[in-house]
T-cell receptor, first 112, second 113 residues
Framework: DGGITQSPKYLFRKEGQNVTLSCEQN?????MYWYRQDPGQGLRLIYY???????QKGDIAEGYSVSREKKESFPLTVTSAQKNPTAFYLC???????????FGQGTRLTVV | AQSVTQLGSHVSVSEGALVLLRCNYS??????LFWYVQYPNQGLQLLLK??????LVKGINGFEAEFKKSETSFHLTKPSAHMSDAAEYFC???????????FGDGTTLTVKP
């Protein structure tokens, strides 16, 4: 079945450590996105990519980094520079910039 | 620039009652509009979308929404609520030229027996 797979579902890290969240899609979508979700704040865009080897900062990119070396994969690294990394992270993809997004099941990151 | 305002962070209805979730948007270009649903600890799932054409859009699970350009609104309705409709709902606006969507803060729907 086609879809988006995020792993792991739950992730615990110590403060000051970098951590990478995985996102893989087999939908053959060109565009991929990373969102952060905090209670009562909806979804905020971190980074997005419209094509392989290219990506743009979203609204809250500070403290995060991404790569897009393959069409299927768009990993997100939460660096130690992110002041408050504990959140629910959602990856999404779409066929192009105007269509609906398909979401993964999310990764809940807790920094202790 | 684009933005979305969802009126009411929490809405409670009785089972069988009308569901109305409000969404107003701002966009400098003709928008594409979406409603998504999210169940606890899961990703978002598309309910319905408006791109062009008919302004009354029907989606899954009996939901529908009407695009009203003059009111810059895209409210979500369902004639009769079911217990399984309890979830968080997000309205989103997409600027096809910008290549990204902006989401509202979400509305949590509670359905009382």
């Amino acid at each position: 079945d086609g879809g988006i797979t995020q792993s792991p579902k739950y992730l615990f890290r110590k403060e000051g450590q970098n951590v990478t969240l995985s996102c893989e899609q087999n939908l053959n979508h060109d565009a991929m996105y990373w969102y952060r979700q905090d209670p009562g704040q909806g979804l905020r865009l971190i980074y997005y990519s419209q094509i392989v080897n290219d990506f743009q900062k979203g609204d809250i990119a500070e403290g995060y980094s991404v790569s897009r070396e393959k069409k299927e994969s768009f990993p997100l690294t939460v660096t130690s520079a992110q002041k408050n990394p504990t959140a629910f992270y959602l990856c999404a993809s779409s066929t192009d910039r105007s269509t609906e997004a398909f979401f993964g099941q999310g990764t809940r990151l807790t920094v202790v | 620039a684009q933005s979305v305002t969802q009126l009411g962070s929490h809405v409670s209805v009785s089972e069988g009652a009308l569901v109305l979730l409000r969404c107003n948007y701002s966009s400098s270009v003709p928008p594409y509009l979406f409603w998504y649903v999210q169940y606890p600890n899961q990703g978002l799932q598309l309910l319905l979308k408006y791109t062009t054409g008919a302004t009354l859009v029907k989606g899954i699970n009996g939901f529908e929404a009407e695009f009203k350009k003059s009111e810059t609104s895209f409210h979500l309705t369902k004639p009769s609520a079911h217990m399984s409709d309890a979830a968080e709902y997000f309205c989103a606006v997409s600027d096809p030229y910008a290549g990204k969507s902006t989401f509202g803060d979400g509305t949590t729907l509670t359905v009382k027996p």
